[in-house]
C-alpha cells in the first residue's frame, strides 16, 4: 500500500444498505485500493481471468487493530464474507452468484493472504468509475463501523457541505433496529467523537457536527430528522459550501430527477462546477418547476439532461 494516500469508493456502495463488521469492511477497502492501484498502472490482459491476490501486512494489521483481538477479528471476516453472497446481473439477462472473498490465509508474524473473486472484479472495476475519494490511512484505523459510514458519507457529500438523514432512513441504510434515543447515542455521537478525535490528531481532514429537527407532540417533540454538518481544515470553504444553497437545492433538484445514486448527478456538479454555473442551473431548475414547465415534460430526466449538455457542457457519453 505504499504511496496510496487515497483511493475512490464507488457511491454504490457508499449508500448501499448493509451490515458489515468493521473488520469486514476494511477487507472491501483494501480490494478497492488494490483496483484502484491497478486500473492507474493500466489493465493487464490476465487481470479478469485470476482472483485479486491481497496481503495485508502485520505492521498494516496492528495499525487498524493493536489488540490480539486483531487475528480473531480477521479470521471472523474472512469467513464471514466467504459466505455472504455477491449478485451480479447483466443487461442482457446473464447473471453470476459469487462470494465476495474466496480465500484466506494467516501467515504467522508475517500478514494475512486474502482472495477476492474474479467475477468480482469486472464489477468493481466499472463502479470505480464513480468514485467517493476516502483516504486510506482513515478508513483502515477506525474502530467503529459507524465511523466507517459516516466518514463515507462526509467525503461523499463534502462539495455540498452537508447532508441529511430522518431516524428512519438512518436505521434502514445501517440495518439496524435501535430506537432514536439510543441511535444518537450510539451511533451519532460514537462516530462525531472518534472522527472529531482523529481530526484533532491530524489523522483525518474532516469531522462532522449535526443539529435537529424536531416536531409532533410531546415535550419538545420527536426527532423527524438530523442534519450533519460537514467540517474541514479548509474551514472558509466549508462555511461557503454548508451557506450555499444554491447547490443544496441543486443536488435534491438532480436526486429527484436522476435518482440520488445515479452518475449523472456527479457528472452533472463536474460539468457545473463554479457557483456561478451552480446559480445559473439553479435559478433555470427553480422556473421550469415554478411554470409547470417540468410537470408536462414526458421525460424530464432526458430534458434536463439535455440542457445541462447543450448550456454546461456536460458529457454526452
Known sequence: MAGIETF????AITGARYDYTTTE??????????????????????FFRRDLDLFIIEDQLKK?????????????????????????????????????????????????????????LPYLYELTKRFTVLDATVVMTLASKFSQRFYEWCCQWRSVGQFDFTPDALRDVLMIKTQTGDLKIYVLEVAKAELMKMYEDGVSDLYFTYSEERGGRGRGGSVKRWI????????QIAQERAKNED?????RFLGQIFGKDSPLIDQALEALKTHENVKLFADRAD???????????????GYIRSILQKEFGLDKK
Not at 27 to 46: A, F, N, P
Not at 228 to 235: R, V
Open 64 to 120: 487498524s487493530d493493536p489488540n490480539d483481538n486483531r487475528f480473531r477479528d480477521y479470521r471472523k471476516a474472512v469467513i464471514s464474507l466467504r459466505k455472504k453472497d455477491f449478485s451480479i446481473d447483466e443487461v442482457d439477462g446473464s447473471w453470476t452468484e459469487t462470494g465476495f472473498v474466496t480465500r484466506g490465509k494467516y501467515i504467522k508474524n508475517k500478514g494475512l493472504e486474502v482472495s477476492i473473486s474474479r467475477d468480482v
Open 228 to 235: 450533519f454538518k460537514i467540517h474541514t481544515k479548509k474551514k
Open 247 to 251: 447547490i443544496v437545492f441543486v443536488m
Open 25 to 46: 469492511k476494511r477487507l472491501v477497502y483494501l480490494s478497492l485500493i488494490e483496483v484502484m492501484k491497478t486500473v492507474q498502472d493500466g489493465i493487464t490482459d490476465d
Open 287 to 301: 422556473e421550469l418547476q415554478t411554470s409547470g414547465k417540468l410537470d408536462q415534460t414526458k421525460n424530464k430526466p
Open 8 to 11: 475512490k469508493q464507488t457511491n
